[in-house]
């Protein structure tokens, strides 16, 4: 057991069992269908949240953070395990209420010492920072300073994914219906970024494949230090890695580079056959 456990939570959208191999916990979030609620990544699946999010007439699906109660419980079972000290990576304050339950919990456990990280962002981007983070306990390195790297590179992060389609921003409100119709009938790509809890939108591109090449420019446009690519069901999301991993000068590596299917935090508001990355520039 490490003297550091380090913890995560399912917008993460990291693999379970990648995600257990590394020594990361993951406490779930909760997605909503309807009357039937579930732990993401625990109780549904995110393989079983798009069959369900793409089901004709499946309602939109909401999300919620888990309690309070449930990320102490997490800690309090690290430290019973023997862990030390507690580092604990979330999903951007700026778009979730997850990381206050996870403060809460901190503080819950005023005898122990947990500190916790806003990553400034989501899936993979913070993914990218918990794998970081495992990095340095497996090194034994402090949790203080554990935290502290981890707060100096949040701002190095970002994710970009270029959008198929409108839909599912008009069903969760961000757009209305005519936008939609009109975007969709104009086949509009719109490319979104996540910069420091930020959502914004950097481009709209006409056509598939130049917004694809649009993606890769802005991806590349900086180099690369560490690199996960998304997807919402996208079945060109290999080439899509190949391409962008010979795009950013060849040091990465394949193997270094996971693909990510984006789950039930960020997924309902991309839909499917979206495509992207999660990007730590260099320092």
Same mark, same amino acid.
């Given at each position: 057991?490490?003297?550091?456990?380090?913890?995560?939570?399912?917008?993460?959208?990291?693999?379970?069992?990648?995600?257990?191999?590394?020594?990361?916990?993951?406490?779930?979030?909760?997605?909503?269908?309807?009357?039937?609620?579930?732990?993401?990544?625990?109780?549904?699946?995110?393989?079983?949240?798009?069959?369900?999010?793409?089901?004709?007439?499946?309602?939109?699906?909401?999300?919620?953070?888990?309690?309070?109660?449930?990320?102490?419980?997490?800690?309090?079972?690290?430290?019973?395990?023997?862990?030390?000290?507690?580092?604990?990576?979330?999903?951007?304050?700026? *778009?979730?209420?997850? &990381?206050?339950?996870?403060? !809460?919990? $901190?503080?819950?456990?005023?005898?122990?010492?947990?500190?916790? @990280? +806003?990553?400034?962002?989501?899936?993979?981007?913070?993914?990218?920072?918990?794998?970081?983070?495992?990095?340095?306990?497996?090194?034994?390195?402090?949790?203080?300073?554990?935290?502290?790297?981890?707060?100096?590179?949040?701002?190095?992060?970002?994710?970009?994914?270029?959008?198929?389609?409108?839909?599912?921003?008009?069903?969760?409100?961000?757009?209305?219906?005519?936008?939609?119709?009109?975007?969709?009938?104009?086949?509009?790509?719109?490319?979104?970024?996540?910069?420091?809890?930020?959502?914004?939108?950097?481009?709209?591109?006409?056509?598939?494949?130049?917004?694809?090449?649009? *993606?890769?420019?802005? &991806?590349?446009?900086?180099? !690369?230090? $560490?690199?996960?690519?998304?997807?919402?069901?996208?079945?060109? @999301? +290999?080439?899509?890695?190949?391409?962008?991993?010979?795009?950013?000068?060849?040091?990465?590596?394949?193997?270094?580079?996971?693909?990510?299917?984006?789950?039930?935090?960020?997924?309902?508001?991309?839909?499917?056959?979206?495509?992207?990355?999660?990007?730590?520039?260099?320092?």
């Amino acid at each position: 057991m490490r003297r550091v456990a380090i913890f995560t939570d399912s917008a993460s959208d990291m693999d379970p069992q990648a995600a257990a191999a590394d020594g990361i916990g993951i406490v779930p979030l909760l997605v909503t269908f309807g009357d039937e609620t579930f732990k993401a990544g625990e109780e549904l699946s995110t393989k079983a949240f798009w069959d369900r999010m793409t089901a004709p007439d499946a309602p939109f699906p909401k999300t919620a953070a888990s309690s309070p109660a449930e990320f102490k419980d997490a800690y309090e079972a690290a430290f019973s395990d023997g862990a030390e000290a507690v580092v604990s990576i979330h999903v951007a304050s700026a *778009l979730s209420g997850t &990381i206050k339950s996870a403060q !809460i919990a $901190r503080d819950m456990l005023p005898d122990r010492e947990i500190h916790v @990280v +806003d990553s400034l962002g989501a899936s993979m981007a913070q993914g990218i920072l918990a794998m970081m983070g495992a990095e340095m306990a497996d090194a034994d390195r402090p949790a203080g300073d554990i935290a502290e790297t981890l707060e100096a590179r949040a701002p190095d992060m970002r994710m970009y994914v270029a959008l198929e389609t409108l839909d599912y921003l008009r069903k969760g409100g961000r757009i209305s219906g005519p936008q939609a119709a009109i975007g969709n009938l104009l086949s509009v790509k719109p490319i979104i970024r996540v910069n420091q809890g930020v959502v914004d939108t950097v481009d709209r591109v006409r056509t598939r494949g130049k917004a694809r090449e649009r *993606l890769i420019e802005l &991806i590349c446009e900086r180099p !690369i230090e $560490r690199l996960a690519i998304l997807h919402t069901l996208s079945p060109e @999301v +290999d080439a899509f890695r190949d391409e962008v991993i010979e795009r950013s000068g060849g040091h990465l590596d394949a193997a270094d580079v996971p693909i990510s299917l984006v789950g039930a935090s960020v997924g309902p508001h991309l839909g499917p056959g979206c495509v992207g990355a999660a990007v730590l520039y260099s320092a």
